[in-house]
């Protein structure tokens, strides 16, 4: 009996869980801190992460028969260019955006509904592609989501 007794002690090691919760719990308590004290600029890659989602965006753009139209009479140098400064300073990047207000360029367009949710899924698309985390893509599609309004039925 006592034999028995001393084995089930032997095999019986100190209990991990605990101290592996807490490892979990502080390694997640810090990526919040840390994610809530950087900006989406910052989360997305800087200057040189958005310019890489605005060339997929471009490519998606291109591919796409029911969208690409849109841009048939845009100087594609410029947009890109635009685009890039728009979401830099959107994001809480130091840029200087240059181009219009989003009312005043999307203006006699005639975009739809179904023409934003489209070029949405061409951004969300170009940022999986640089494998931005789903937080910092919905954080930065909250950003543009207000701009409805001001681009589309106008
Ligand atoms: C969240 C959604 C969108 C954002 C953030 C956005 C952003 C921009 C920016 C920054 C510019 C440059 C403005 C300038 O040069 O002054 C622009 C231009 C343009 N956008 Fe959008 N846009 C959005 C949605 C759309 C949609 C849904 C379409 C149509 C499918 C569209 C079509 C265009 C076109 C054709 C231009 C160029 C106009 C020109 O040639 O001057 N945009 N957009």
Redesign the pocket.
Known sequence: MMNLIRRINQHSKPHRFPSIALLVGLVLMFTACASSNTTVYEQLGKTEGITLIADNFLTN?ANDKL?RH??E???IA??RQ??I???CV?TGGACN??????F???QG?N?TQA??D???GH?IAAMKQQNIPISTRNALLAK??P??SD??YH
Do not use: C, K, P, W
């Open positions: 753009i969208i849109h841009f009479q845009t100087d410029i947009f635009r685009f400064e728009h979401l959107v955006y240059q181009g219009e207000t989003m005043n360029s999307h367009l975009i023409d934003f489209a070029i949405v951004l543009l989501a701009m409805y681009i589309t």
